[in-house]
């Protein structure tokens, strides 16, 4: 059973930075591919980054390119997400997933296994 707990969200004002932490237990790490995706209220899930096994490879949608971040250490079962210049608009429930596979998936059905989520606020 793999299972994958966040971490790292809180308020922050608009501006301000956040690191999230997503740690994985239960099979090997490194065969993962990791993404994060987050839900505001009312809306859908949508896809905010994603790294393959080998971290050679990442995806990010427009909305936080260049103030997001994605990393993985896989001798720590880890990954992060550092977000800077956050906004308003940022606010959401933010969940991290894992599927096996040597790609990288930016799609929420392609991912097998969530976290229960971190919420972050950023106020203006």
């Known amino acids: 059973q793999v299972q994958l707990v966040e971490s790292g969200g809180g308020l922050v004002q608009a501006g301000g930075s956040l690191r999230l932490s997503c740690a994985v237990s239960?099979?090997?790490?490194?065969?993962?591919?990791m993404g994060w995706f987050r839900q505001a209220p009312g809306k859908e899930r949508e896809f905010v980054a994603a790294?393959?096994?080998?971290?050679?490879?990442?995806a990010y949608p427009d909305s936080v390119k260049g103030r997001f971040t994605i990393s993985r250490d896989n001798a720590k079962n880890t990954v992060y997400l550092q977000m800077n210049s956050l906004k308003p608009e940022d606010t959401a429930i933010y969940f991290c997933?894992?599927?096996?596979?040597?790609?990288?998936?930016?799609?929420?059905?392609?991912?097998?296994?969530w976290g229960q989520g971190t919420q972050v606020t950023v106020s203006s």
């Open positions: 239960g099979r090997t790490f490194s065969a993962y591919a």
């Open positions: 997933a894992a599927r096996t596979g040597q790609g990288f998936y930016t799609v929420r059905t392609a991912y097998d296994y």
């Open positions: 790294i393959n096994w080998s971290s050679g490879r990442t």
